[in-house]
C-alpha cells in the first residue's frame, strides 16, 4: 500500500481524485502548514475486499439455474413463444 504526503489545499482541489485512487490501495497523509491533520485511507481489509462481491455473485448465480422442465424454448408450442420468423 502506497502513502503519498499531500498538502491540504491539494487535498481539497483534487478529493475525487484522492477517493479514486483509495479505493485502489492508496492511502494520503494531509498536511497544513508542514503539520500532519489528517489521513486518508482504505477502508477495507484484504479479508473482507471481495466479500460483497461473493455475495452479489451467490445473489446472481441462484438467478440462473437451468432445468429442461422449465425451459420456455422445450416446451411444446415454443414457435408460439418466439414469435414467426421470415425465411
Known sequence: MNTVKV????ARNNFFELLERVT???SFII???RKVVA???PHFTEKN???G???ALDKAAK???YSKKNNPLR????TDFLGRWER
Open 39 to 41: 489521513q486518508i485511507v
Open 75 to 78: 416446451r411444446p408450442g415454443a
Open 49 to 51: 475486499k471481495n466479500k
Open 31 to 33: 498536511e497544513k502548514d
Open 24 to 26: 485502489f490501495g492508496e
Open 7 to 10: 498538502s491540504a489545499t491539494h
Open 53 to 55: 462481491l461473493l455475495k
Open 63 to 65: 438467478g440462473f439455474t
